[in-house]
């Protein structure tokens, strides 16, 4: 029996709600979950985070600030889970974080994600491996999203054209064809704008299970107005965060004469839409379709996802062996191994990059 290959994945993604940690053994051919933890952030950290999209007064030391608070709150995260599982920190080969973006600018050149990995690896005892999304930006890409290279290794079915929609804050799907290069895009927003309107509407951080969304009607007039943004024609390679997506635009889109309610299910609409509307774009032939991310607990979300995608059986990641939950966390983990191999992380078919590369910058133990 080969040695085990441990290795923690720390997530926190757009919607800044959170961090998802989890501790898998990479040793064989599919990764095997060995413990996971949530710690939501505190709401003044949240509110740090999410005031750091927009240029602000003072804004870099701010950001340097809310980085060192990251990466404290990183190393709780995996101190707590190692106790929990009863493993010891020497035994983890690395730690894969991805760090709070809070810019997307391929188009400019640059990612920026916070979490002060040197810091991180400082306060766990751990090698940190983190910053995974530059150097495919470097080397020409979107450096995003990275997602599909793992759904790849894990969820590819030699009989079954499956599509792996991942939805986040933002949304992106992986077509995993029975044959030809694996293929992956974000697809628009996921949970970011659905968490910001029941946020303003409801007080809550998102809409639980989409039960809100489910008492109100799709507006097909707004729904429209939303499908009219410029990135749903852009053709792949794309990706896409609040830069673009973002509680002003939806405000800008919205007449104020509808019920939130209902404008809460025209968003939920939105979602599923844009994602359909890309799988039979791009993913001609597809079969299946399982769900992972925040997304996948939305009731209203899976339902409307479902009547788009009538020909595709619909799941979750669940049903392929990987809690839906816990994916992403478990990619960022398989990605720093991939470094620390110098094996490479990217896949240029999916972010547009002048071909592969090894991802992440390494802070050793």
């Given at each position: 029996?080969?040695?085990?290959?441990?290795?923690?994945?720390?997530?926190?993604?757009?919607?800044?709600?959170?961090?998802?940690?989890?501790?898998?053994?990479?040793?064989?051919?599919?990764?095997?979950?060995?413990?996971?933890?949530?710690?939501?952030?505190?709401?003044?950290?949240?509110?740090?985070?999410?005031?750091?999209?927009?240029?602000?007064?003072?804004?870099?030391?701010?950001?340097?600030?809310?980085s060192v608070e990251l990466a404290r709150t990183y190393a709780e995260c995996a101190n707590a889970l190692l106790a929990d599982a009863g493993v010891s920190a020497t035994k983890v080969r690395a730690i894969g974080c991805h760090g709070q973006t809070v810019r997307h600018r391929p188009d400019a050149g640059y990612t920026l994600q916070l979490g002060n990995?040197?810091?991180?690896?400082?306060?766990?005892?751990?090698?940190?491996?983190?910053?995974?999304?530059?150097?495919?930006?470097?080397?020409?890409g979107q450096g995003a999203p990275l997602v599909p290279a793992f759904h790849s290794a894990v969820f590819s079915d030699a009989r079954r054209h499956r599509v792996i929609a991942n939805i986040g804050g933002i949304a992106n799907v992986t077509d995993l064809a029975t044959a030809g290069a694996v293929r992956g895009f974000d697809t628009g927003p996921g949970n970011v704008l659905l968490d910001a309107w029941a946020e303003q509407h409801l007080g809550t951080p998102h809409d639980e299970g989409g039960r809100w969304a489910s008492s109100g009607r799709i507006v097909p007039r707004l729904l429209q107005t939303l499908l009219d943004h410029s990135f749903f024609a852009r053709s792949p390679p794309k990706s896409t965060g609040r830069e673009e997506f973002?509680?002003?635009?939806?405000?800008?889109k919205v007449t104020g004469s509808d019920r939130p309610a209902d404008v809460q299910a025209t968003l939920v609409e939105l979602t599923a839409?844009?994602?359909?509307?890309?799988?039979?774009a791009y993913c001609p032939g597809a079969e299946e379709i399982y769900v992972c991310g925040?997304?996948?607990?939305?009731?209203?979300?899976?339902g409307a996802l479902g009547r788009n995608l009538e020909n595709l059986a619909l799941d979750t990641t669940d049903r392929l062996g990987i809690s839906a939950d816990w994916v992403e966390a478990s990619a960022f983990a398989w990605l720093a191994q991939r470094a620390?191999?110098?094996?490479?992380?990217?896949?240029?078919?999916?972010?547009?990059?002048?071909?592969?590369r090894v991802l992440g910058a390494i802070y050793p133990a």
């Open positions: 029996m080969p040695d085990r290959e441990l290795f923690i994945g720390i997530m926190s993604g757009t919607s800044a709600d959170g961090v998802d940690v989890v501790l898998v053994d990479l040793s064989g051919p599919a990764p095997v979950q060995l413990a996971s933890h949530y710690q939501a952030f505190p709401p003044e950290l949240r509110h740090r985070i999410l005031r750091l999209q927009s240029s602000a007064v003072d804004e870099l030391h701010q950001g340097a600030l809310v990995g040197a810091l991180l690896a400082e306060l766990t005892g751990i090698c940190v491996v983190c910053d995974m999304r530059s150097r495919d930006i470097a080397a020409g973002n509680f002003d635009w939806l405000q800008s839409a844009s994602i359909a509307q890309a799988v039979r925040g997304g996948a607990h939305n009731a209203a979300l899976m620390l191999s110098g094996q490479p992380g990217n896949l240029p078919a999916v972010t547009g990059a002048r071909g592969l």
